[in-house]
């Protein structure tokens, strides 16, 4: 796989990992899993965003060029669960797609939220990205914070050790080589982005 330089060590390729909150959680666990195996993680943590802002503004454009990824990682859907309006936000996922292009992805799809029934969301995700890169989250149990939405790290690190085993197993990705981390690694290379930040435009 080609790559070229990104933040964190020039001479490894980089995974990009972007979305929401639930990153928060799942970015120290892939962390672990790339360092283990040779890759830089930039990972890209809006809070509150939907994939209405990443799809109409310009930021993953950016973060794509910025780190040229041989993989790219999705956890996105859990802020829009409650919403109706289902037909506008499968079009924005298909704008992201359309953004990604010929990138190796995958799509981890919204958690449950006690607070919402999700009307749509995560069958909207499903029919753009298709069966084989989009997970279903709901299949995992996740003890959780006590907001009662946002997994404990313990919680997400199980859900990536099972993200990590269906991409294994289910997706076809040559080259790319996630062996069970041996150690735990402290996060770095990531971007914090505010709910109130607009966007690059």
């Given amino acids: 796989m080609a790559f070229r330089p990104a933040p964190g060590d020039p001479n490894k390729p980089t995974i990009l990992l972007i979305g929401d909150s639930t990153l928060e959680g799942l970015a120290r666990r892939f962390h672990d899993y790339a360092v283990e195996n040779g890759y830089n993680l930039r990972s890209i943590i809006w809070y509150g965003s939907t994939s209405k802002q990443w799809a109409r503004s310009k930021d993953l454009e950016y973060y794509i060029n910025e780190s040229q990824p041989v993989f790219i990682?999705?956890?996105?859907?859990?802020?829009?669960?409650?919403f109706n309006d289902y037909g506008v936000r499968e079009e924005c996922v298909r704008?992201?797609?359309?953004?990604?292009?010929?990138?190796?992805?995958?799509?981890?799809?919204?958690i449950t939220?006690?607070?919402?029934?999700?009307?749509g969301m995560a069958a909207a995700i499903r029919r753009v990205v298709g069966d084989e890169r989009y997970f279903d989250s709901t299949t995992v149990q996740l003890a959780r914070q006590r907001d009662g939405l946002h997994p404990t790290y313990e919680a997400a690190a199980r859900w990536v050790d099972i993200v990590v085993q269906w991409i294994l197993k289910e997706v076809n990705i040559p080259g790319l080589d996630l062996r069970m981390p041996t150690r735990k690694t402290t996060l770095s290379n990531y971007v914090s982005l505010r709910p109130s930040y607009k966007g690059r435009h």
């Fill in 113 to 119: 939220w006690p607070r919402y029934k999700d009307r």
């Fill in 73 to 82: 990682i999705v956890s996105l859907g859990t802020n829009e669960i409650g």
């Fill in 95 to 110: 704008q992201m797609v359309h953004t990604i292009g010929d990138i190796p992805y995958v799509w981890l799809g919204p």
